[in-house]
């Protein structure tokens, strides 16, 4: 009878290893995940970078990753191996990184025109003028411009998703541009002496 190669043993010796580690994982031994993490995170970390093209990016995306691994252990099925479980998880969320980061690239472009159509004509705004003054903003103001400028919702529809009312919802997007405007005057957007004449 014919032995097994020792490569093969090797290799089923490293599978059984994994596996007994998920089994501690999931019995709620959180310190074998670091087994896992110390067999993968390289290959993760090299996927994220090949598709991110960003050092940064990619190390954020690994944590991620196995973070949302880590909290959907439990549902892994061994018909495929772990590394191409991971790796799916790498897929999506990556797709979804580069789908927010299009995203936010379109909330610029957008504000940049709108602002500029609604802005005094002494108000000058560039894309890096725009970006910080988007920087600026909290999470809440953020969301209603994405959903209001890009996707093009209605105030309606904006209160459904974030629970509050339309006339509400209109108020603070008026107030929202308004300060958008006036950030920029403070900063400089506007040619000498002219902000002071018009105001």
């Known amino acids: ?16 290893a994994i596996d007994a ?3 501690r994982v999931v019995s709620g031994d959180k310190q074998a995940y670091a087994i896992i993490i110390r067999e ?3 290959k993760i970390y090299t996927y994220c970078y090949c598709i991110l093209k960003s050092r940064e990016g990619a190390e954020d995306a690994v944590q991620e990753i196995f973070l949302k691994a880590y909290q959907n252990l439990s549902r892994y099925e061994k018909q495929a191996s772990l590394l191409t479980w991971l790796y799916k998880i790498a897929y999506f969320h990556c797709v979804d990184l580069i789908r927010k980061q ?5 909330l610029l472009s957008l504000c940049k025109e709108r602002l500029y159509l609604s802005a005094p004509t002494y108000v000058n705004y560039t894309e890096q003028a725009v970006n910080e003054m ?3 903003l909290n999470w809440e103001e953020r969301n209603i411009l994405l959903l209001r400028v890009v996707e093009q919702y209605s105030f309606e529809e ?3 998703i974030m629970g509050c009312k339309p006339a509400t919802l209109r108020q603070r997007f008026a107030r929202l541009r308004k ?3 006036n950030q920029r005057i403070q900063e400089g957007g506007a040619a000498n002496g002219e902000v002071a004449e018009r105001t």
């Open 179 to 181: 300060k958008l405007i």
């Open 134 to 136: 988007l920087m600026h």
């Open 102 to 106: 299009s995203r936010w690239h379109r």
């Open 21 to 23: 580690a998920i089994e």
């Open 40 to 42: 993968y995170e390289k």
């Open 1 to 16: 009878m014919e032995q097994p190669s020792p490569g093969a043993q090797q290799v089923e010796h490293h599978s059984e």
């Open 158 to 160: 904006i209160g459904t």
